[in-house]
């Protein structure tokens, strides 16, 4: 069974600008959930998507979105970037239900200049 | 409030037994994880425990968990220099499917 896979797996923008980042779960799962992880700050979740609706949302500015399309993948875009948003993104895919083990992707490292 | 702490360093020799301790602070957590996190990759998932539960062994992995005091531990035997990476505890809360995540310890294995 393949893994989580996120795209792209490095990215550099500069402030003001907006990413979107893309994630794939495995097959059969049906949430998605997506965290920043930084040296200062830890790993902090950001949103979980079940079944293509937004179930749990975590502390960030709502310049942090993401969407969940009906094949279960998942898109995270965070519009007019700042320094501090410069992180390792990560997305764990679950089944949603039960003792929810996340398994997560090898992450996507956002820079910005 | 949420919270899990967690020692931040931790070095052993390879061949001795590592024990890596987590606190945690909802009283509602239903499930309690373990990841693992080499260097410049995504979190492995390790192992987890329900909240019911005082002991869970995996192979080389033993859990424990004192519900009373909310404490987690994860006991690596016959530690290797392939175990060394940062370890993640993560508590899961009953009423939603989110994590929160420790700060992570490093556990460094000298040969």
């Known amino acids: 069974k393949a893994g989580v896979t996120q795209t792209p797996r490095y990215l550099i923008k500069t402030r003001g600008q907006q990413v979107t980042l893309s994630c794939s779960p495995i097959?059969?799962?049906?949430?998605v959930s997506w965290y920043q992880q930084t040296p200062g700050q830890g790993l902090q979740f950001l949103f979980e998507?079940?079944?293509?609706?937004?179930?749990n949302k975590g502390n960030f500015p709502g310049r942090f979105s993401g969407r969940q399309f009906s094949n279960s993948r998942s898109e995270m875009n965070v519009s007019t970037l700042e320094l501090g948003d410069s992180a390792l993104y990560l997305c764990?895919?679950?089944?949603?239900?039960?003792?929810?083990?996340?398994?997560f992707g090898p992450g996507t490292r956002l820079t910005v200049l | 409030g949420e919270d899990v702490e967690q020692s931040l360093f931790l070095s052993v020799r390879e061949g001795d037994s590592s024990v890596i301790n987590c606190t945690y602070t909802d009283s509602s957590s239903t499930y309690l994880y373990w990841y693992k996190q080499e260097p410049g990759a995504g979190l492995q998932l390790l192992t987890y425990?329900?909240?019911?539960?005082d002991m869970k062994q995996d192979q080389r992995l033993t859990v424990l968990l004192n519900k009373k005091d909310k404490h987690l531990s994860l006991r690596i035997a016959d530690t290797q220099t392939g175990d060394s990476a940062i370890y993640f505890c993560?508590?899961?809360?009953?009423?939603?499917?989110?994590?929160?995540f420790g700060s992570g310890t490093r556990l460094l294995v000298r040969p």
């Open positions: 764990a895919s679950s089944s949603g239900q039960g003792t929810n083990e996340q398994f």
């Open positions: 993560a508590e899961k809360e009953d009423s939603s499917y989110k994590l929160i």
């Open positions: 097959s059969g799962h049906r949430s």
């Open positions: 425990i329900f909240s019911n539960m």
């Open positions: 998507y079940f079944s293509e609706t937004q179930r």
